[in-house]
């Protein structure tokens, strides 16, 4: 397989509109949140490694109290409990109304968004399409909005 990256997005501490950080303005160090119950990527994802080295950079523990997924949709539903935090691709936390972010320092901490195309296999004339339309949009900053999920 070979990975053909289309843009580095942004990754920011979400919560629910209703949990008590979600009106902090001050910077919240992110070791200060290791002990509060936290929605992380699965231990097999790069976010995830990134996260782990940056909570090792700080001398934190990575947190105890936690549930690990990929799913947008259960990180979406988990979140609605009021009490969790998750970290997630800025695009995707800011097109949902009962999210926001903290203002946690997260700037060593990226994601690469990419393809993965299999080797020595040309892509059918629909498929180079969709690559050449997502690498226009990804060029361009993608500035509309994330469809609603």
Do not use: C, K
């Amino acid at each position: 397989m070979a990975r053909l990256p289309l843009y580095e997005e942004r990754v920011q501490v979400f919560v629910d509109v209703e949990h008590p950080l979600a009106a902090a303005i001050d910077p919240i160090p992110l070791a200060s949140l290791s002990d509060r119950p936290w929605i992380l990527p699965g231990s097999d994802t790069a976010l995830r490694g990134e996260l782990e080295e940056e909570f090792a950079r700080l001398r934190a523990p990575l947190p105890a109290n936690r549930v690990e997924t990929t799913n947008v949709l259960t990180v979406r539903e988990l979140l609605r409990d009021r009490r969790t935090l998750a970290v997630l691709p800025a695009l995707i936390g800011n097109s949902h109304d009962n999210l926001v972010s903290l203002p946690v320092d997260l700037a060593s901490v990226s994601h690469q968004v990419g393809l993965s195309l299999a080797v020595g296999r040309a892509l059918s004339p629909a498929a180079a399409a969709f690559v050449h339309a997502l690498r226009r949009v990804a060029a361009e900053g993608l500035t509309s909005p994330a469809p609603e999920i």
